[in-house]
């Protein structure tokens, strides 16, 4: 069955503090998809990255990064210097396949205060 | 370039009735998805639509119902409201049916009473 798990609910961190939302998913298929998207307090899901499973470079974006370790089936995210603009609930979401639907956590809440 | 629009931004049912969701793509895309976030939970998939049929459907039942126009924008339908229905129902659009990058709308509110 396929799932994602975002153990963390809330994070409350202060600014210019370095944070690490976690994503442990489970899947049988070889070929999937993880994706990191951003949820503001207006609602949209905004799109951070996606990652193949035949890809396990580690990327950096700006003050953004993301770790994609097969062996443990996570794909954890960390924001670098936090700002306060970046409180926000963040998923973690998984396709089995290009063009099917997407599965997601439920989410972590960020809190960063000034 | 506008982005994913949907309308109404907020709506209040009473249990038993039916609404419409509303969802225009962005310009250039015409797959689109519509997906229910329940409160404190990550959204659901409720199915796709693309070449104005429905391609795939996530575990919601008949109630739930769409439509897609020919110029790509999409209609959710959901009969007989529940109480459980209350949620922010998201659209989200994209160029074919891959999933490179969904872009979504900001949802309307559904409360169910």
């Known amino acids: 069955a396929q799932k994602v798990t975002q153990a963390q609910t809330e994070i409350s961190v202060v600014e210019k503090e370095d944070v690490t939302l976690d994503c442990v998913y489970e899947?049988?298929?070889?070929?999937?998809?993880l994706f990191w998207y951003k949820q503001p307090p207006s609602g949209e899901l905004v799109f951070l990255i996606r990652?193949?499973?035949?890809?396990?470079q580690n990327e950096i974006s700006g003050r953004y990064s993301w770790n994609f370790q097969k062996s443990t089936s996570s794909f954890n995210f960390t924001i670098t210097a936090s700002q306060v603009v970046d409180s926000a609930v963040y998923f973690c979401?998984?396709?089995?396949?290009?063009?099917?639907?997407?599965?997601f956590g439920k989410g972590t809440t960020l809190s960063v205060s000034s | 370039d506008a982005g994913v629009t949907q309308s109404p931004t907020h709506l209040i049912k009473t249990r038993g009735q039916q609404v419409t969701l509303r969802c225009s793509p962005k310009?250039?895309?015409?797959?689109v998805s519509w997906y229910q976030q329940a409160l404190g939970q990550g959204p659901q998939f409720i199915f796709q639509?693309?070449?104005?049929?429905?391609?795939q459907r996530g575990n919601f039942p008949d109630r739930f119902s769409g439509h897609q126009f020919p110029n790509y924008s999409s209609e959710l339908n959901v009969n007989a409201l529940l109480l459980g229905d209350s949620a922010l129902y998201l659209c989200?659009?994209?160029?074919?049916?891959?999933?490179?990058?969904?872009?979504f709308g900001s949802g309307t509110q559904l409360s169910v009473l």
């Open positions: 979401a998984l396709s089995e396949s290009a063009g099917t639907a997407l599965i």
């Open positions: 990652r193949n499973s035949f890809d396990e």
């Open positions: 899947t049988r298929d070889t070929t999937y998809y």
């Open positions: 989200a659009s994209s160029p074919g049916q891959g999933y490179e990058k969904l872009f």
């Open positions: 310009s250039g895309h015409d797959t």
């Open positions: 639509y693309y070449e104005e049929e429905e391609r």
